[in-house]
Every structure is written in structure tokens, then in C-alpha cells.
């Protein structure tokens, strides 16, 4: 079901953000920002899922997702996030 690959996709999401947060600094937040990154990662899912029912195709999410992840890198490339 949508539901459950969606939760799954956020799942799959824990550990980079404990990482991530870790690099920053974060580390007495990590629990928090843990579940956030679930949360926030599992309405990803729910919207890639749409996106290939809509379209009938998995390269359509996959585009999607790979788009994402280039301008998040792109945007903190840009902005200088530098410790």
C-alpha cells in the first residue's frame, strides 16, 4: 500500500539524517530530528508514489528524487553552510 512504502522510504531515512546531523553539530537533537526526517521523508514517499501512479512510469519519481537531492546539495553549496 502507499501508506506503508511511504513510511518504509522514511524509515530508510533515519540513519543519513542522524548522520547528518551529526556533521553539523546536532548531535543532542538527533532523536527529534530523526523522526522529523521520517516524517518529512515519508510525505516524499506519498508524493513520489503519486507521481508514478500519475504517470505510469518509476523514472518519473526516480528523476524526481534524484532532482531533489542535486538542488539540496546545489542550495548548500550556494548559501556557503560552511562550520
Known amino acids: 500500500t ?4 511511504s513510511l ?3 524509515l530508510w531515512h533515519v540513519l543519513p539524517s542522524r548522520d547528518q546531523s551529526r556533521a553539523n553539530g546536532n548531535e ?3 532523536s527529534a530530528q530523526a ?3 521520517v516524517a518529512a521523508t515519508a510525505l516524499g514517499g506519498g508524493l513520489l508514489h503519486r507521481v508514478r501512479v500519475r504517470t505510469g512510469h518509476v523514472a518519473a519519481p526516480i528523476a ?3 532532482a531533489s537531492n542535486a538542488f539540496g546539495l546545489l542550495a548548500v553549496r550556494i548559501t556557503g553552510s560552511r562550520r
Open 2 to 5: 502507499p501508506f506503508v512504502t
Open 8 to 10: 518504509l522510504f522514511g
Open 28 to 30: 543532542g537533537s538527533r
Open 35 to 37: 523522526w522529523v526526517a
Open 64 to 66: 524526481l528524487h534524484l
